[in-house]
């Protein structure tokens, strides 16, 4: 029996937040926030649940764990690949570990000790990648992991979770909790959209529609996922196309069928992260595509580069992955999937590359200024002088 079609728009049996477009009363916090009231919520739950983290309580949220279960936290100090050891170890008495770090350092640093004595051993560990991301801004490349989603969903045994905001990461801790077996729970160290509720439906392995539409499918995980639907509705606005929106949470399980859906009844994806391009949300969406059902499909994500350093909503603008990037992605997916002829490269990638460029010499424009002329600066030599009287 066919199912019923959907009238294009904001699927109300997602239940977001009712001011979803409205900035001034739409709400934002760093998704680190859920992980750390689901740890709390989560020990209440289950006595043998424990928090290792790795001199970073307060940063990856695990202290409210700490003060609320103070004989079920342990601090490991600057040592990632004991903390997974160990958790492993921990495991096999009995306990639920949870691992906190930043996702640079774990799984980053600690992957052999997480693929050996975890996903080998199908230990029930849970690794928790804070400050994921590209939102660390001003802490630069080393600590923006944009590789995480390909290292770890590759790895047998492991289940992997990007999640879009506060709320949900809460829900995937509590539901991670419950799993048996490994699994890598990713958010953001920055504030972003709070846009899910309570009621909006999380369940591992299962993907959500968070709008209906017919002309093309966007397929996103994590804080991106709201400048896919603010692209959504202004394509909708503004040119009639009416765009599926999807939340991937769950990398791995993959939901197949969603996405073999999608692809059938609307003939053109595009998918969004904070993420590498390559390996990831992308690379899991591309080899069901390429294995079912082949359709036209663009990548909105780092582009095969490191990131930089600057204030996180610049190093996402610079590097292509906020809304105005989508739409491109959006348009030329849209072009191909009519049959019309593309640019070799992608106006998204192209965009991208020309606004780090001008945002580039903007700051080193703005340094210049503050830089004396003996430096090659603009500023006069003698602020050097005025320097030296203040030292004295």
Request: glycine content about 8%.
């Amino acid at each position: 029996m066919p199912t019923k079609k959907q009238k294009p728009g904001i699927n109300r049996d997602a239940y977001l937040v009712r001011h979803l477009f409205d900035e001034k009363k739409l709400k934002s916090l760093p998704t680190r926030n859920g992980y750390g009231e689901g740890l709390v919520e989560a020990g209440k739950r289950d006595k043998n649940i424990v928090v290792l983290c790795a001199d970073l309580t307060e940063s990856t949220r695990s202290l409210a764990f700490k003060e609320a279960y103070p004989d079920r936290f342990v601090q490991m100090g600057v040592s990632e690949q004991s903390m997974a050891s160990i958790a492993a170890g921990m495991s096999l008495a009995g306990k639920v570990p949870f691992i906190s770090s930043y996702a640079a350092f774990s799984p980053g640093r600690n992957w052999e000790q997480i693929r050996t004595t975890v996903a080998l051993q199908n230990s029930n560990v849970k690794i928790a990648g804070a400050h994921a991301g590209v939102s660390v801004g001003p802490d630069g490349a080393t600590h923006q992991m944009i590789e995480d989603i390909a290292i770890m969903r590759v790895m047998p045994n492991m289940q992997v979770f990007v999640l879009c905001d506060s709320v949900e990461t809460k829900k995937a801790t509590l539901a991670a909790a419950n799993l048996k077996g490994p699994c890598y729970v990713r958010f953001a160290r920055e504030k972003s959209p709070v846009f899910t509720t309570e009621k909006t439906p999380f369940k591992i392995g299962r993907a959500e529609t968070y709008r209906h539409g017919d002309d093309l499918t966007i397929i996103g995980a994590g804080p991106l996922l709201y400048e896919a639907l603010v692209v959504a509705q202004q394509l909708s606005e503004d040119h009639g196309i009416e765009c599926r929106v999807i939340n991937m949470h769950t990398i791995k399980p993959l939901d197949v069928k969603a996405i073999v859906k999608a692809a059938k009844e609307t003939g053109a994806i595009v998918t969004v992260e904070e993420a590498q391009a390559a390996g990831g949300l992308a690379g899991a969406v591309a080899e069901t595509l390429a294995l079912t059902i082949p359709v036209p499909m663009e990548r909105v994500g780092v582009a095969d580069r490191f990131g930089e350093s600057g204030s996180p909503r610049e190093v996402q603008e610079g590097l292509g992955l906020t809304a105005p990037f989508i739409a491109l992605a959006a348009d030329r997916v849209l072009q191909r999937k009519l049959g019309n002829k593309v640019p070799a490269i992608p106006a998204h990638i192209t965009a991208a590359e020309e606004r780090l460029a001008i945002m580039q010499k903007e700051i080193l424009d703005e340094a210049l200024t503050r830089t004396p002329r003996k430096w090659g600066g603009k500023k006069p030599n003698t602020s050097l002088k005025s320097r030296a009287k203040k030292s004295r």
